[in-house]
């Protein structure tokens, strides 16, 4: 078996007297789509939060390609390759789309933003290219007609690829999706997974996803972690995870 791409060993976090992620361990291999499931404040988004550097765990590591990144700060994580969307959007809605999607390839590539933005004469061949490759972006998420709109301007849904582009545009080998397919209609939900895959194969990625809705996860993911008041009570594939008694009960048995 190939060497885990991420690895969360023991990982905790509490809030005064709440645990919100108690001593979580699971793995995510090289090209996996990993799914996290789980009810509402089951400790879902503390968990990316977690590995992404947000907030600092209590207990437990967190490691990438073997080595401990336990409570780096975001943006050295981030520099890592690990790039995420956020449950409640975190678009600049001022600027267009275009442009939002050039803040992630900055990141990247490390060119100071403002002077490109500005279109300072140093760095307009520079910012040709980048704007190419955030078209390049915009057009894979259906987006492109778009580019010059402003972010806030757009529907949910489109504002929901948005920031997938964004994130894709840092250039990452793991992808934290954190309820990707919230508000959107059940054909853009049946979009949303295929794109997920295509994207996967593109850039040679992982994804780790946080869904509610069961039948998409169970259809996409190669393997699931189920997160119930912090604690992880199931980890296998669709198939074992549909089976098992504790999920059925923590989750699956809900109304949701
Ligand atoms: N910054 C914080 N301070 C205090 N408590 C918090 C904080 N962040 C989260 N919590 C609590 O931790 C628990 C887990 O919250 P979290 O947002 O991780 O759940 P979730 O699984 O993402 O839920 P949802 O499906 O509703 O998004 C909840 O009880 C929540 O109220
Ligand atoms: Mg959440």
Same mark, same amino acid.
């Given at each position: 078996?190939?060497?885990?791409?991420?690895?969360?060993?023991?990982?905790?976090?509490?809030?005064?007297? $709440?645990?919100?992620?108690?001593?979580?361990?699971?793995?995510?291999?090289?090209?996996?789509?990993?799914?996290?499931?789980?009810?509402?404040?089951?400790?879902?988004?503390?968990?990316?939060?977690?590995?992404?550097?947000?907030?600092?765990? =209590?207990?437990?590591?967190?490691?990438?390609?073997?080595?401990?990144?336990?409570?780096?700060?975001?943006?050295?994580?981030?520099?890592?390759?690990?790039?995420?969307?956020?449950?409640?959007?975190?678009?600049?809605?001022?600027? =267009?789309?275009?442009?939002?999607?050039?803040?992630?390839?900055?990141?990247?590539?490390?060119? @100071? $933003?403002? @002077?490109?933005?500005?279109?300072?004469?140093?760095?307009?061949?520079?910012?040709?290219?980048?704007?190419?490759?955030? $078209?390049?972006?915009?057009?894979?998420?259906?987006?492109?007609?778009?580019?010059?709109?402003?972010?806030?301007?757009?529907?949910?849904?489109?504002?929901?690829?948005?920031?997938?582009?964004?994130?894709?545009?840092?250039?990452?080998?793991?992808?934290?999706?954190?309820?990707?397919?919230?508000?959107?209609?059940?054909?853009?939900?049946?979009?949303?997974?295929?794109?997920?895959?295509?994207?996967?194969?593109?850039?040679?990625? =992982?994804?780790?996803?946080?869904?509610?809705?069961? @039948?998409?996860?169970?259809?996409?993911?190669?393997?699931?972690?189920?997160?119930?008041?912090?604690?992880?009570?199931?980890?296998?594939?669709?198939?074992?995870?549909?089976?098992?008694?504790?999920?059925?009960?923590?989750?699956?048995?809900?109304?949701?």
């Amino acid at each position: 078996m190939t060497a885990p791409l991420l690895a969360l060993d023991g990982l905790s976090c509490r809030f005064g007297g $709440l645990v919100a992620v108690g001593q979580v361990s699971f793995a995510v291999q090289p090209g996996e789509i990993f799914g996290l499931l789980g009810p509402n404040g089951a400790g879902k988004t503390t968990l990316f939060n977690l590995i992404s550097g947000i907030t600092p765990p =209590s207990g437990g590591s967190v490691h990438w390609r073997g080595s401990t990144i336990t409570g780096l700060p975001s943006h050295r994580i981030a520099r890592l390759g690990i790039a995420r969307t956020f449950q409640n959007l975190r678009l600049f809605g001022s600027l =267009s789309c275009l442009e939002n999607v050039l803040v992630g390839l900055h990141k990247r590539s490390r060119q @100071p $933003l403002i @002077p490109a933005l500005l279109g300072n004469g140093l760095f307009r061949r520079r910012q040709a290219q980048l704007e190419e490759e955030a $078209l390049a972006l915009l057009r894979l998420l259906d987006l492109e007609p778009w580019a010059k709109q402003r972010a806030a301007s757009l529907a949910y849904g489109d504002r929901r690829r948005l920031e997938i582009a964004r994130a894709l545009a840092t250039g990452p080998e793991l992808l934290l999706l954190d309820e990707p397919a919230a508000g959107l209609n059940p054909r853009e939900k049946q979009e949303l997974s295929a794109l997920i895959r295509s994207i996967r194969e593109q850039f040679n990625l =992982s994804v780790l996803i946080i869904e509610h809705h069961v @039948p998409l996860m169970m259809e996409l993911c190669d393997r699931l972690a189920v997160l119930n008041f912090g604690e992880r009570i199931a980890l296998g594939t669709p198939e074992q995870v549909r089976r098992d008694p504790a999920v059925i009960e923590a989750y699956l048995g809900t109304s949701r």
